[in-house]
């Protein structure tokens, strides 16, 4: 069993920063995927991205170059860092981990997840 808590979230104006953390228990974070989801009111929950336990990250196209995620196995965290924020970008941000090492952007490939984090961004 995994536990995940974010944090982090916040109101910021349109082209500031953020950067979320998730805390994970476990003693097998290092081996789990994970990533970032998000929801914005009346939408479907959505891929954001995703390190796997090497490294490799996957990323929406809608985050590319703006949203950078990474890992501290030592720490059992995962990160978030969102620049150049977009009103867009509101929403409920999730953690998640997955037991498939290769995971994507497919939610049914996640194991485990977090209560959330709100990011508002203004205009």
């Known amino acids: 069993q995994v536990q995940l808590v974010e944090s982090g979230g916040g109101l910021v104006q349109a082209g500031g920063s953020l950067r979320l953390s998730c805390a994970a228990s476990?003693?097998?974070?290092?081996?789990?995927?994970m990533g970032w989801f998000r929801q914005a009111p009346g939408k479907e929950r959505g891929f954001v991205a995703v390190?796997?336990?090497?490294?490799?990250?996957l990323y929406a196209d809608s985050v590319k170059g703006r949203f950078t995620i990474s890992r501290d196995n030592a720490k059992n965290t995962v990160y978030l860092q969102m620049n150049s924020l977009k009103p867009e970008d509101t929403a409920l941000y999730y953690c998640?981990?997955?037991?498939?090492?290769?995971?994507?952007?497919?939610?049914?490939?996640?194991?485990?997840w977090g209560q959330g984090t709100q990011v508002t961004v203004s205009s």
């Open positions: 390190i796997w336990s090497g490294g490799n990250t």
């Open positions: 998640a981990a997955s037991k498939f090492t290769r995971a994507t952007m497919t939610l049914d490939e996640y194991d485990y």
């Open positions: 476990g003693r097998t974070f290092s081996s789990y995927a």
